[in-house]
């Protein structure tokens, strides 16, 4: 089955930087990626998505990149703020209409 | 659009009793149900998917007798945790999707379940 791989585990960035999640998955039949943002005690909610037939995606200060040969694929926040402090969960199809997610990142944004 | 709901937000009952949780896709029918646990600062861990009307498929390693899950309808779905132990203890979240073969899920606001 679907194996996804996300790093780093936590992610502290300053206000203002760039922030970049990675995430790796195993099977090659996966077609949808999906971002999630989780903040405590919430449901996650998705940010942004990204299908095998794209490369790159971008909404505002978020973009997703997907590399198919590789098996990977990663979010980019630019421009971070406090309030994007939350943990991020990649995820990736995995049989039928399944998700298989990540691990998480926890990311602290610093003012 | 896409909403779904939880019910209850938050439960306490004692060890050897049953909980039910109910799910439901608000402005939406829901031919997929998903219901996934998630233990402090992990991730989603899917425990069973759902179809309206037929038996949930249940992921390996979850009792299938322990937590049952019922899709009676396109909009509402129920996880019933039997025999609840302290090990149960977890953040429950259920999301749909609007048809079978659909990637996009929409969660719900979860459950957090005590067992004392």
């Known amino acids: 089955g679907e194996n996804v791989e996300q790093h780093p585990s936590t992610l502290s960035v300053q206000e203002g930087d760039s922030a970049v999640i990675k995430c790796t998955y195993s099977?090659?039949?996966?077609?949808?990626f999906p971002w999630y943002k989780q903040e405590l005690g919430k449901r996650p909610q998705l940010i942004i998505d990204?299908?095998?037939?794209?490369g790159e995606k971008k909404d505002q200060r978020i973009a997703v990149t997907l590399n198919k040969t590789a098996k990977h694929f990663s979010l980019h926040i630019t421009e971070t703020q406090p309030e994007d402090s939350a943990v991020y969960f990649c995820?990736?199809?995995?049989?039928?209409?399944?998700?298989?997610f990540g691990a998480g990142t926890i990311l602290r944004v610093k003012s | 659009g896409a909403v779904v709901s939880q019910h209850p937000s938050w439960v306490i009952c004692k060890s050897g009793t049953s909980v039910k949780i109910e799910c439901r896709s608000l402005?939406?029918?829901?031919?997929?149900m998903f219901w996934y646990r998630q233990f402090p600062k992990q991730s989603l861990m899917l425990m069973a998917t759902?179809?309206?009307?037929?038996?949930?498929?249940?992921e390996q390693g979850v009792e299938k007798d322990k937590f049952l899950i019922n899709h009676a309808s396109l909009t509402l779905s129920t996880l019933t945790v039997t025999s609840a132990h302290p090990e149960d203890s977890s953040f429950y979240i259920c999301?749909?999707?609007?048809?079978?073969?659909?990637?996009?899920?929409?969660f719900g606001p979860g459950t957090r379940l005590t067992v004392t």
């Open positions: 990204i299908r095998s037939n794209v």
């Open positions: 759902s179809n309206e009307g037929s038996k949930a498929t249940y």
């Open positions: 099977d090659s039949a996966s077609n949808y």
């Open positions: 995820a990736a199809s995995g049989g039928g209409n399944k998700l298989v």
């Open positions: 402005d939406f029918q829901a031919t997929t």
């Open positions: 999301s749909a999707s609007r048809d079978s073969v659909a990637y996009e899920q929409y």
